[in-house]
């Protein structure tokens, strides 16, 4: 019973992540131009909800599967919520994620050659604590301003993950009785409800994030445009002009010439030349009729 109580916190931390993937893909499949982030963090959901499934399997298919291919799909996971992060803020570290994920997968792979758990479930729990780590530095240092209270919650979650990551580690190291990773300790229990809240907080916190950029970028848009126009003055309605001068009539009643009225309702300018019919009417003796500029 104890054993099936922990197959249930598994099943259900799978269920909650493929449910948070699900949620990113159909959020973000219209932004998908605007926000890719938005797509990465749907396959590190779904990365986790696989890992987890398979973990949830372990003993009905090969430990291969269940051990090995499980892990390196939840480590692949934590590498895609960093990339994605990073193409948040218009950055690119792709190769040095690569790098990690190949150093950690080799580690991985010698401990669970070891054959103790214990040696693994410690390994394990170190190479999922540095990204947890390196998420929180990340959103630390993230660039763009205006956002304090979105980060601030998800350095939140992330160092409760990587504090749930420290206590399962010590665990592992102190408890050798435990001989699978289903039988019961406080440990394994503490961290698989911390892997059940992860998605159904994280996830809602990146949208959250997502959504915030966006409302800043509205806002920045709708100040510019409104500038924009309280720069651009323009002239509307019926001019009264004197059919004989061409001087025009203000709200005021008082006459004015062309250029001073339209300097005064507009940011136009003039400069004054003279047009070909008028220098031949006034200058008749000038062959060329030239429309030099005063």
């Known amino acids: 019973m104890q054993t099936l109580d922990i197959r249930t916190l598994v ?43 398979l973990i949830y399997l372990r003993g009905l298919i090969p430990a291969v599967v269940s051990f090995t291919v499980a892990n390196l799909l939840i480590l692949a996971a934590t590498q ?19 790098a990690y994920f190949a150093v950690a997968a080799m580690t991985l792979f010698a401990a669970s050659r070891h054959g103790a758990y214990a040696v693994f479930a410690g390994t394990l729990s170190v190479v999922l604590f540095v990204p947890a780590v390196a ?6 240092r993230m660039p763009q301003p205006g ?36 039988a019961p300790s406080p440990a394994t229990i503490l961290l698989y409800f911390g892997v059940i809240l992860a998605p159904m907080l994280v996830g809602p916190a990146l ?32 001019l009264s002009i004197c059919a004989s001068c061409k001087q025009i009539r203000d709200d005021a009643g008082a006459w004015t010439s062309v250029e001073r009225y339209v300097a005064r309702h507009s940011d136009a ?26």
């Open 135 to 140: 998420l929180c530095v990340r959103l630390l």
């Open 147 to 182: 956002m304090r209270a979105e980060r601030v919650v998800l350095v939140v979650l992330f160092v409760m993950e990587g504090a749930l990551l420290v206590i399962r580690g010590v665990g592992a190291a102190l408890g050798h009785s435990q001989a699978t990773l289903f």
């Open 207 to 238: 949208l959250a994030l997502v959504g915030r950029r966006e409302q800043l970028a509205k806002e920045r848009l709708i100040g510019e445009l409104t500038t924009a126009l309280a720069e651009v003055r323009t002239l509307r309605g019926l």
């Open 11 to 53: 099943l259900v931390a799978s269920v909650a992540a493929a449910a948070t993937a699900v949620l990113f893909l159909v959020i973000g499949r219209p932004q998908r131009r605007v926000a890719p982030e938005l797509s990465l963090w749907a396959a590190a959901f779904a990365s986790n909800a696989v890992g987890l499934t």
């Open 80 to 98: 895609l919520l960093l990339v994605g992060l990073d193409v948040f803020v218009g950055q690119r570290r792709l190769r040095h994620h690569a």
């Open 269 to 294: 300018e003039f400069t004054h030349g003279i047009c070909p019919t008028c220098a031949a009417r006034l200058y008749p003796d000038d062959g060329d009729g030239g429309g030099a500029a005063a």
